[in-house]
């Protein structure tokens, strides 16, 4: 039985698997090796997950969700038509998939997997994570940092010799930065800094946001399709901004027709809080390291450093261009695979050691007299201590007879315990006595997945174990159970058909991005194809499918390629009237 890498990522997902000596990125269904991480509920409760379900973020925005691993942990619910689900349901979803796909494509079960998460994960998200495989059905053997996991395959792969390096991993929602000391066969991850709410996502919204501001629109009143193909529009044009000068976005609202000419200049102008943020993460990476030895070289991983604007930015901030890595996109998969390779004692990769370390310092919040109201974080794992990571601190009473000691347990880098994530807490009974004579002893282990078990002891001999962290993502076995029968029963788009499936909902999407002659030509393709695909005769879905496919490709292009999107008052004069 194999044991899978997933990048669980905010935009797309990918599986990798460990064999013949290599890491091997697991294609889907429709032979890519990127699943769009976005779920859609179909009206006879059937569930799309990837490429298809994003074409209905346009079509059905009602019923389709995406990047909703930035709810990840929270209480957050997200409506799909009729159904609600919990963001680690959906992530369960995507797993779910990738794991029909691996299966498939392996002709084994699969059963194990190890997962990324981006560094800066909080200790709730990394639990959901967990809890988000549990659903699927799956064993989690390990969570990974994504940087760890990009930095394995970066120096697996280059064999570069001993150096120090950063590592830059821009996505659609999240910015990790981490430096790394390579050393022979050891690895060592040595600062993590990251911002798990920073990403290509936040420059769409900025494109989007200038968009309504230059022509009186406000976003929040467009409806949700058309605010769906402004983004998607929004996204298009930023990333062909890489390789011609200037591109146009333009929506049709009634009978008026807004449009925006998007320049490099213009979209740095755009970034440049974003790339604010970055460098602010980029400066703390570079004060959290313990050495201060030169960094060797920079390599920029993620979707989003694939921006022309982001390069420059960096190389006015590093005095030279950084190198963007080989796969920008399938690097952070590589590196999982490579350690679910390592997780199967494969025995080329044995000599292959990586170390991590925890991205947040940990600790209790203590008063430091009787009466004291605002309490600080004394730290018991400071950032950036190697995994695992175990530290024991003893606390005394502040008052006579006081019988019990509370502890509240936070993360975060805040002085006061009030600016910090609070994770949960403990509370031990001691025995009476003045103060400052009673005391409980608690000790912090950060595990290797980057989750924290914390205990306390007091003089009394009272003892408690805890975590009680977030109630709802630690289920009992009971709503466990019942969750996983859930998501069970949630049947996925049959295998095979969904080549097909996404042919109809691209088709659905253009209707609803043009007007005029394209939109007709649109809905008789849509009409057609739907009328094949109800037909159970394979050989003419088979023949109509490229048929279809070549003109919605065609129709693909015109609309992309002609600045005013729909063709309105060039060549519709009907529409005009
Ligand atoms: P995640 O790890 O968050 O799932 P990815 O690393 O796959 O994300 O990156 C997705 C982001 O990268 C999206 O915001 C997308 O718009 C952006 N992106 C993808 N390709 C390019 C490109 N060539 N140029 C600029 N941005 C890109
Ligand atoms: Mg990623």
Known sequence: MAIIGI???????????????????????????????AVSVLEDGTVLVGAAAKERLVSHPESTAASFKIWMGTEKRLNLGIRQFKPEELSALVLRQLLEDSTRYLGEPVEEAVISVPAYFNDDQRCATKLAAQLAGLT????????????????????????????????GGTLDVSIVDCFENIIEITAIVGDNRLGGNDIDHAIVAHFCKE????????????????????????????????????????????????????????????????????????KDRERTSRIHDVVLVGGSSGLTVFGDFLEELFGRRPHVAQKPDEIVALGVGLCAGIKERAEDLQDLVMTDVCPFSLGVATYSYAGDKTPHMAVLIPRSSMLPASHQECFYTLHNHQ?????????????????????????????PGLAGEQSALVTFTYDIDGILHVSAKSSGGDYRDTLLLNPNLHLSEEGQAEAMERIRQIQLAAQGSQKEQLLLERGLRLYEQTIGQRRKLAAELVGYWKQIMEQNDLIERERNYEWVKERLDLLEAQTEMDPLACGFWRDEPEVDE
């Open 140 to 171: 989690v053997r390990r969570l990974i940092n994504e940087p760890s996991a990009a930095a394995l395959y970066h120096r697996y792969s280059t064999q570069s010799g001993d150096s120090q390096m950063m590592i830059v991993d821009f996505g």
């Open 215 to 286: 022509n009186g629109l406000v976003e929040e009143r467009l409806a949700p399709s058309l605010r769906a193909s402004l983004y998607r529009q929004a996204e298009t044009a930023k990333i062909a901004l890489s390789d011609v000068q200037e591109t146009v976005i333009t929506i049709q609202q009634e009978n008026t027709q807004y449009s925006l000419v998007l320049t490099n200049a213009l979209l740095r102008q755009l970034c440049e809080p974003v790339f604010q943020k970055v460098r602010a993460v980029i400066t703390r990476a570079m």
């Open 403 to 431: 019988n019990r000691l509370r502890f509240e347990i936070y993360q975060g880098e805040g002085y006061f315990a009030s600016e910090n994530l609070k994770l949960g807490e403990l509370e031990v009974q001691v025995p």
């Open 7 to 37: 990048d669980l990522g905010t935009t797309n997902s990918l599986a990798c698997v460990y064999r013949n000596g290599r890491a091997e990125l697991i294609p889907n269904e429709l032979g890519d090796f990127k699943t769009s991480s």
